[in-house]
């Protein structure tokens, strides 16, 4: 499961710039102002944030998720509040692996 993690993660990272466009659009309907995107993501899914990283432009990405349930939902915000939604899904699970080793394959 740490894949799927990484790969939220690296997923997010690579659509932070197309996240900009959308946000930018304000009539996507994947896009809301934030405050409105996180009650909605505690109301119907029991989501809270789980991690969040800063991108380019000023760009927040958050991943949400439930241990309840295990949906998780990446978002990302631009500067001017605008919270669109880039990915979701099932099976969340926290993880805290090591690095492997210098010069590992693995």
Sequence with gaps: MKHVFELSLG??????????D?????TTPN???RDAVIARLAEKYGE??????????NAVMELFAS???????ITVTTANGITCLMAAGQAFETLAEPLPAKGSDT
């Design 11 to 20: 997923l997010g990272a690579c659509l932070l710039a197309l996240a900009a």
């Design 22 to 26: 959308r946000a930018s659009a304000q």
């Design 31 to 33: 896009c809301a102002p």
């Design 48 to 57: 809270s944030r789980q991690s969040i990283g800063l991108g380019g432009n």
């Design 67 to 73: 241990r309840d349930t295990g949906s998780w939902t």
